[in-house]
């Protein structure tokens, strides 16, 4: 298991639309948001790409401070172009 696997299950999502669907559908089969993690991570494992939870979630808050980079950039220089 490995947070590799995290990275290329979503590559795999973006190359396969019929596992990308099944993947969106998971969030209205299940009521819990625990639930829905736990089948994805399933299914991620039934496609060939074993990751644990803690794995899953790192590379969830990876990803966000990325995103959250340009956003404080673009915030930094609307803020200085205001001076």
Not at 24 to 41: K, M
């Amino acid at each position: 298991m490995s947070i590799a696997n995290v990275k290329e299950f979503y590559l795999h999502l973006e190359r396969n639309p019929r596992i990308r669907q099944e993947a969106l559908l998971l969030q209205h089969q299940y009521a819990g948001q625990e639930e829905v993690i736990n089948a994805f991570i399933l299914l991620a494992q039934r496609e060939g790409f074993p990751f644990t939870l803690e794995e899953f979630i790192q590379v969830m808050y990876e990803n966000a401070r990325e995103v959250e980079k340009p956003a404080r950039a673009t915030s930094t220089d609307s803020s200085s172009s205001k001076s």
